[in-house]
């Protein structure tokens, strides 16, 4: 087991609800990430928080809404999803200073399926 | 746009074969390269390259970087069947974010 929680670990969802993704990170660090992993497909970026501040959004749909509210805390707000968001979705940590953030701690992610 | 290629795509072999994962990049103002190794569930980490030529090494893993040829491989020796894995490079840059590539599924049959 990481440093880092997510729950739900697996998710079923209809495309009108509303939930919500939670990460939790044990590790002291202070940057925190969501990625998405498609089958077939790389791991995406979706969206990043250095010190609770968003940083990166990588053209990320509005249904899917990031909030930070502490360097140890993550969630991913979901709504109104289509069946092409089905994935599992991995939060991430790691230590981040002016010159670089390299290694990131990931959690075991939450498999999301949109029906 | 930041771009790691992974090959070989998959990758089927037999206990006690030797394997080598290639990952090339093209990474604006490149800082480090990284491996994973993702069973399951979440990727773990695996080594951190910086430096081209310095060979990193972890039991029968071990990875070395190139940087003036742009590439990392990641050998793993002796495998076992707990070597089954989709094995992730990543490369991080000026962006300080990781691209990641497609990753390598290995195989490895009793």
């Known amino acids: 087991e990481t440093g880092v929680t997510q729950t739900p670990r697996h998710l079923v969802m209809g495309m009108t609800n509303k939930k919500s993704l939670k990460c939790e990170q044990h590790?002291?660090?202070?940057?925190m990430y969501w990625y998405k992993q498609s089958a077939k497909k790389p791991l995406e970026l979706m969206f990043v928080?250095?010190?609770?501040?968003?940083?990166e959004n990588n053209s990320v749909p509005s249904r899917f809404s990031p909030e930070c509210p502490n360097s140890s805390h993550l969630f991913l707000h979901l709504h109104t999803l289509q069946p092409e968001d089905s994935a599992l979705y991995l939060c991430?940590?790691?230590?981040?200073?002016?010159?670089?953030?390299?290694?990131?701690?990931f959690g075991p992610g939450t498999r999301l399926t949109v029906t | 746009e930041d771009k790691v290629v992974q090959s070989p795509l998959s990758l089927v072999v037999h206990e006690g074969d030797t394997v080598t994962l290639n990952c090339s990049y093209e990474?604006?103002?490149?800082?480090?390269l990284l491996w994973y190794k993702q069973e399951k569930k979440a990727p773990t980490f695996l080594f951190m390259l910086t430096s081209s030529g310095i060979e990193k090494k972890s039991g029968r893993l071990s990875s070395i970087l190139d940087k003036k040829e742009l590439f990392s491989i990641l050998n793993i020796t002796a495998t076992q069947t707990g070597d089954s894995a989709v094995y992730l490079c990543?490369?991080?840059?000026?962006?300080?974010?990781?691209?990641f590539g497609s990753g390598t599924q290995l195989t490895v049959l009793p």
């Open positions: 991430a940590s790691s230590q981040a200073n002016d010159r670089a953030s390299y290694e990131q701690y």
């Open positions: 990543a490369g991080t840059g000026s962006a300080r974010q990781l691209t």
């Open positions: 990474v604006t103002n490149f800082r480090s």
């Open positions: 590790l002291g660090h202070n940057a």
């Open positions: 928080y250095n010190f609770k501040e968003q940083t």
